[in-house]
């Protein structure tokens, strides 16, 4: 048996192009994120979907994975936010604000 019949195929990474190249839902579909963590956030992310261009820079860096997709637009799991401020750090166009929590 050659060995190299069961390895992996290396896929070349590429950019995805448009919000259909991403998977759908969290980066971690594994169950890393076991229970809700959110109890101790101060300030959560809102998402103003009229202003996002879908470039998925808050999907990429989030480093919780608790950004996904919802009819082609990106939303947060507040479930699993720590309220951490990389996505809006990180957004484009200014589409992702923090915004202090039961000030909606």
Not at 6 to 35: A, C, W, Y
Not at 77 to 101: H, L, P, Q, S, W
């Amino acid at each position: 048996m050659n060995y190299k019949e069961n390895r992996p195929k290396i896929i070349e990474f590429k950019n995805p192009e448009h919000i259909d190249d991403f998977p759908v839902g969290t980066t971690v579909p594994s169950g890393q994120l076991v229970k809700k963590n959110s109890g101790w956030r101060t300030f959560k992310p809102v998402i103003n979907k009229d202003v996002c261009v879908n470039c998925l820079n808050c999907y990429i860096f989030c480093p919780d994975g608790v950004i996904y997709k919802s009819e082609n637009k990106v939303d947060v799991d507040y479930d699993f936010c720590k309220g951490c401020g990389v996505c809006a750090n990180e957004c484009r166009v200014n589409a992702i604000t923090m915004v202090k929590e039961g000030e909606e």
